[in-house]
C-alpha cells in the first residue's frame, strides 16, 4: 500500500481543515474524511481535497440494505476518494452489492468491531459469549468472500485476520496511541510499532497528530516507527 498512513480530519468545518493541512508544507498527506467532515462539507470538499493532490479515504461506514448502498456507491464514485468504508455487520449481500457498484480504482474497507467498544461491549450488545478476535476474524471472512480490499480493526487483530485471510486482504487499523498518549474513547488501542508488527498495512490516526503541539513532527516519527 502505497499510503500507509491516514490523518483523521475529523474537524466539523471545511476551514478547520485546511488550516490544519497548513502544517504540512509542500507535503500531502493521505487524509480520512469521516462523518464530522462531510457532513459539514459535502461532496465539494471532497473534490478540493482531490483538486490539491490528497488521497482521501471518505470514512462514511455505510450501513444499509443492500439497494440502497448500491446506490449510494454511484454517487461516492463521482467524488473520485480511494478509499471507502462499510460495517461488515450490514452482511455478505450488502458489501457484495457495494462491491459490483464501484469505481474500479475505489478500495472498500468492512469496518469489524469499532475500536472504540471494549470486549465486554461487544458481547453485552451483540449478546454473544464469542471473544472479539475471533468476531473479527468471522467479520473479516465474510468481508473478503463479498470481494472487499480488506478490513478496518484495531491492530491487536491484525495478526489473526491475516491468519483467515489472503495475503492481499489489507489489514487497515485506527485506535492507534503513542507510548505515552491518552486513550481518549478507545478501548483497543495498539501503538504505531505494534501495529507494524503484527501486520498492520495501514494506519487510521486522528487526535494524537490533529491536537498535537507539532503536527508535521508527529507525524514524521509515527512514518518512521511504521515504515
Ligand atoms: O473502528 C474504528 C473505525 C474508525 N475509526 C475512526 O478512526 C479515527 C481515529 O481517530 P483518533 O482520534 O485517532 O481516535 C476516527 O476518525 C474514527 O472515526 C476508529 O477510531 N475506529
Redesign the pocket.
Known amino acids: 500500500m502505497t499510503d500507509n498512513l491516514f490523518i483523521?480530519l475529523?474537524f466539523t468545518a471545511g476551514g478547520q481543515a485546511l488550516d490544519f493541512l497548513k502544517h504540512f508544507k509542500g507535503i500531502r498527506p493521505a487524509v480520512?474524511v469521516?462523518?464530522a467532515l462531510f457532513y459539514a462539507t459535502g461532496a465539494d470538499f471532497i473534490h478540493e481535497l482531490r483538486q490539491e493532490g490528497y488521497p482521501v479515504f471518505l470514512?462514511l461506514?455505510l450501513f444499509d440494505i443492500p439497494n440502497t448502498v448500491a446506490a449510494s456507491m454511484i454517487s461516492i464514485n463521482r467524488l473520485d476518494v480511494q478509499f471507502l468504508?462499510l460495517h461488515a455487520l450490514g452482511g455478505q449481500k450488502m458489501l457484495a452489492a457495494a462491491v459490483k457498484e464501484k469505481a474500479e480504482n475505489l478500495k472498500l474497507l468492512a469496518?469489524t468491531?469499532?475500536?472504540?467498544l471494549s470486549e465486554t461491549e461487544i458481547q453485552q450488545t451483540q449478546m454473544t459469549t464469542v471473544q472479539v478476535g475471533k468476531s473479527v476474524q468471522h467479520l473479516a471472512k465474510i468481508a473478503e468472500s463479498a470481494g472487499m480490499d480488506g478490513t478496518?480493526?484495531?491492530a491487536q487483530e491484525a495478526d489473526l485476520i491475516q491468519q483467515v485471510t489472503g495475503p492481499n486482504f489489507l489489514k487497515v487499523t485506527?485506535?492507534?496511541?503513542l507510548a505515552d498518549g491518552q486513550r481518549?474513547?478507545?478501548s483497543r488501542i495498539a501503538t504505531p510499532a505494534y501495529a507494524k508488527d503484527h501486520g498492520a498495512n495501514a494506519l487510521?490516526?486522528?487526535?494524537?497528530i490533529?491536537q498535537a503541539a507539532d503536527p508535521l513532527a508527529v507525524y514524521k516519527k509515527i512514518l518512521e516507527d511504521f515504515t
Open positions: 483523521a475529523d480520512k469521516g462523518m470514512d461506514k468504508t469496518v468491531q469499532l475500536t472504540s478496518i480493526s484495531s485506527p485506535g492507534i496511541r481518549d474513547d478507545q487510521v490516526i486522528g487526535r494524537p490533529t
